[in-house]
């Protein structure tokens, strides 16, 4: 893992701290913007500089803010003994992306080790903001095991799918698998499944674009082959089962 150092000009020291207890983390709430302007943004409230002490753009670059010893502008109430880390993009609009998630995800472990801590909070769950966004992935970061079916039943859901008897509750039955069988998701279907496109892409590590080209086309059928299921390269019942990790 690489820290991009900034050489930011401070206005004014930085409180410095012995404690660390806890990583919150953030979205820019903006969709294009650098650690630089961010830091220009905060010097215009009147702070020292940039409020966070990590950054982390769409490209997965993590970039450095203020020093983890010294005190933060991020959360109020808690920036005494805390560690900022904001995200670039608007995650009330859009999801983060691959590069950014294993960047972030791995920058926390890196945090929690380091300083022998175990505590990730979204800004949302010290007060009273949408902070990171509601399509950031704040359970994988807090290390809670994601409930694939029930990321399969949202999706679908989302793409004109209905579960009228269960409704999308996380677990996997009949009326989920016969979703499932009709929701395929296959080159030149384009934006008929947006978001069942999306979570296959995302489960397959290519760019979370909605359309099923040549690329996810490609990932799906090589998924397919290491798993014995027949090439095809259309995700169908089978392939969305092992995807999901149903049995
Ligand atoms: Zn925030």
Not at 15 to 34: F, G, W, Y
Not at 45 to 69: A, C, L, Q
Not at 133 to 161: C, H, W
Request: proline share 2%; glycine share 10%; charged share 25%.
């Amino acid at each position: 893992m690489q820290i991009i150092e900034t050489k930011l000009n401070w206005a004014g020291a930085l409180a410095k701290r012995s404690t660390i207890d806890m990583i919150v983390l953030h979205h820019a709430a903006a969709s294009n913007c650098s650690i630089y302007q961010v830091h220009k943004w905060h010097l215009a409230n009147s702070w020292s500089g940039v409020g966070y002490h990590y950054f982390i753009n769409k490209r997965g670059e993590i970039f450095k803010g203020r020093p983890d010893n010294t005190i933060g502008s991020h959360a109020k109430g808690f920036n005494s003994t805390s560690i900022g880390v904001c995200f670039e993009g608007d995650f009330m609009k859009e999801a983060p992306s691959q590069a950014q998630i294993d960047a972030g995800l791995e920058l926390v472990e890196y945090l929690k080790k380091k300083y022998g801590i175990s505590k990730v909070k979204g800004h949302g769950e010290l007060m009273a903001t949408s902070c990171p966004g509601k399509l950031f992935p704040l359970e994988r970061f807090k290390g809670i095991k994601e409930n694939l079916v029930l990321s399969f039943q949202m999706a679908t859901y989302a793409d004109g799918f209905k579960f009228p008897k269960y409704g999308c509750d996380g677990t996997w039955g009949s009326e989920t698998a016969s979703v499932a069988e009709k929701c395929v998701v296959k080159k030149r279907i384009l934006y008929k499944y947006k978001n069942a496109t999306k979570l296959v892409q995302r489960l397959l590590g290519v760019e979370q674009d909605g359309k099923c080209g040549k690329i996810t086309a490609q990932a799906i059928k090589e998924f397919q082959q290491k798993n014995g299921l027949e090439p095809d390269a259309c995700c169908g019942l089978q392939t969305w089962k092992k995807l999901l990790g149903v049995k």
